[in-house]
């Protein structure tokens, strides 16, 4: 570990400095990964951890992710990608759900274990519980020398660097950019889908540059968060991609700002939460551009009709037609190919997370009765 990564340099607190860190991180992850490819080579990915085992994960019946907390919402952000490249069944558990149930794994299977610390104690469990059950299993970690790292049969590292906030930031939007690169290598033997690995791989050659784009958002958060201060609650709506980035934005804020907040997938909304929704209470609906953008546009007119306090996360440019009349506030954030979109995603919510419990008064670093590496059960 170098001195210069314990510093907080210019940073009051390790989760803003680790928010802003980002687009380094997310450099450092893809580093000697993505092969642009030259005159006759076509774009591709490296994994050499994996390269041996990249068959056996081919002919495997399902690939099933194992995970607790942000791990979780990591993996559920690359599940679409992972499917529609692999065409294998992707399945998640979270990990002490796995173990309490005794779930079926069998040596069909492929499990990959998706931890920052690598020694998380739920998902050490689920390990030695795919291992006896004779699975083939992936660790995803941030830590080398970890517990998963060692035990699993293979993986790949997400190089984020050391994270030191214990709420989980660029280790997050990390674990995305490796998964979808796993979903690029599993894939990369169909030649159908090979126009849309391409752009994938375009994608993430850009994503650092737009991370920091929308980490321009900074005061805008501070604004939002100004407002939000005295607020009970929030709930945040996304679908498809963007479900995983609803989760995990409204776990940034129950986690440091201490504030209930409730991330819920908007195909759901009729079926109960709609109930809650009047003049007083936040909402956060996510529509950037992908394939369930005219039904988020529903989601928010219905959202409006019944006069709810609407913030808008859109694309550049698409303010006024997800917007109607004007009367909510709106977030544009920089568009990417659509399986990528969840990592520019979350980092305004992440600054509203951070913003919020500064100005709460609130540990952001240490949040009460939480720990960076959770090895009890």
Same mark, same amino acid.
């Given at each position: 570990?170098?001195?210069?990564?314990?510093?907080?340099?210019?940073?009051?607190?390790?989760?803003?400095?680790?928010?802003?860190?980002?687009?380094?991180?997310?450099?450092?992850?893809?580093?000697?990964?993505?092969?642009?490819?030259?005159?006759?080579?076509?774009?591709?990915?490296?994994?050499?951890?994996?390269?041996?085992?990249?068959?056996?994960?081919?002919?495997?019946?399902?690939?099933?992710?194992?995970?607790?907390?942000?791990?979780?919402?990591?993996?559920?952000?690359?599940?679409?990608?992972?499917?529609?490249?692999?065409?294998?069944?992707?399945?998640?558990?979270?990990?002490?759900?796995?173990?309490?149930?005794?779930?079926?794994?069998?040596?069909?299977?492929?499990?990959?274990?998706?931890?920052?610390?690598?020694?998380?104690?739920?998902?050490?469990?689920?390990?030695?519980?795919?291992?006896?059950?004779?699975?083939?299993?992936?660790?995803?970690?941030?830590?080398?020398?970890?517990?998963?790292?060692?035990?699993?049969?293979?993986?790949?590292?997400?190089?984020?660097?050391?994270?030191?906030?214990?709420?989980?930031?660029?280790?997050?939007?990390?674990?995305?950019?490796?998964?979808?690169?796993?979903?690029?290598?599993?894939?990369?033997?169909?030649?159908?889908?090979?126009?849309?690995?391409?752009?994938?791989?375009?994608?993430?050659?850009?994503?650092?540059?737009?991370?920091?784009?929308?980490?321009?958002?900074?005061?805008?958060?501070k604004d939002l968060a100004k407002l939000l201060i005295a607020e009970q609650?929030? @709930?945040?709506?996304? &679908? #498809? *991609? $963007?479900?995983?980035?609803?989760?995990?934005? +409204?776990?940034? =804020?129950?986690?440091?700002?201490?504030?209930?907040?409730?991330?819920?997938?908007?195909?759901?909304?009729?079926?109960?939460?709609?109930?809650?929704?009047?003049?007083?209470?936040?909402?956060?609906?996510?529509?950037t551009r992908d394939a369930c953008f005219s039904k988020q546009?529903?989601?928010?007119?219905?959202?409006?009709?019944?006069?709810?306090?609407?913030?808008?996360?859109?694309?550049?440019?698409?303010?006024?037609?997800?917007?109607?009349?004007?009367?909510?506030?709106?977030?544009?954030?920089?568009?990417?190919?659509?399986?990528?979109?969840?990592?520019?995603?979350?980092?305004?919510?992440?600054?509203?997370?951070?913003? @919020?419990?500064?100005? &709460? #008064? *609130? $540990?952001?670093?240490?949040?009460?009765?939480? +720990?960076?590496? =959770?090895?009890?059960?």
């Amino acid at each position: 570990m170098e001195v210069e990564q314990i510093n907080k340099g210019k940073y009051e607190h390790y989760m803003q400095k680790e928010i802003h860190e980002q687009p380094e991180s997310i450099t450092t992850s893809m580093r000697g990964r993505l092969i642009r490819g030259g005159s006759c080579k076509a774009k591709s990915v490296l994994l050499g951890g994996l390269k041996d085992h990249l068959k056996t994960i081919r002919r495997s019946r399902r690939i099933v992710f194992i995970g607790c907390g942000t791990s979780y919402n990591a993996a559920l952000a690359a599940r679409p990608i992972l499917e529609e490249l692999s065409g294998i069944p992707v399945t998640l558990e979270i990990a002490s759900d796995l173990v309490d149930r005794q779930g079926p794994i069998y040596r069909e299977d492929t499990v990959a274990f998706v931890s920052q610390s690598g020694e998380t104690a739920d998902t050490l469990n689920a390990l030695e519980y795919a291992l006896e059950n004779g699975a083939l299993c992936v660790g995803i970690t941030n830590t080398v020398g970890s517990t998963i790292a060692r035990n699993t049969h293979c993986g790949v590292h997400i190089n984020a660097g050391c994270e030191i906030g214990v709420a989980s930031t660029k280790a997050y939007t990390s674990q995305i950019v490796v998964m979808a690169m796993l979903a690029l290598a599993i894939g990369s033997d169909t030649i159908s889908s090979q126009a849309r690995r391409e752009a994938i791989i375009d994608g993430l050659f850009d994503l650092p540059s737009k991370v920091r784009e929308v980490l321009k958002l900074d005061q805008e958060m501070k604004d939002l968060a100004k407002l939000l201060i005295a607020e009970q609650s929030l @709930l945040v709506f996304g &679908r #498809g *991609y $963007n479900y995983a980035t609803a989760l995990e934005g +409204a776990l940034k =804020v129950k986690e440091v700002a201490l504030m209930h907040s409730e991330g819920i997938l908007a195909g759901e909304m009729k079926h109960g939460p709609l109930a809650l929704v009047d003049e007083s209470l936040p909402i956060v609906v996510i529509a950037t551009r992908d394939a369930c953008f005219s039904k988020q546009q529903s989601v928010i007119q219905q959202l409006h009709a019944r006069k709810g306090r609407l913030v808008v996360m859109c694309s550049k440019g698409d303010a006024a037609s997800v917007c109607v009349g004007g009367s909510c506030r709106v977030i544009e954030v920089p568009q990417v190919e659509d399986c990528l979109q969840p990592v520019i995603n979350i980092v305004p919510l992440q600054l509203l997370a951070y913003h @919020l419990t500064v100005l &709460r #008064g *609130y $540990n952001v670093d240490q949040p009460r009765n939480l +720990a960076k590496s =959770v090895t009890t059960e």
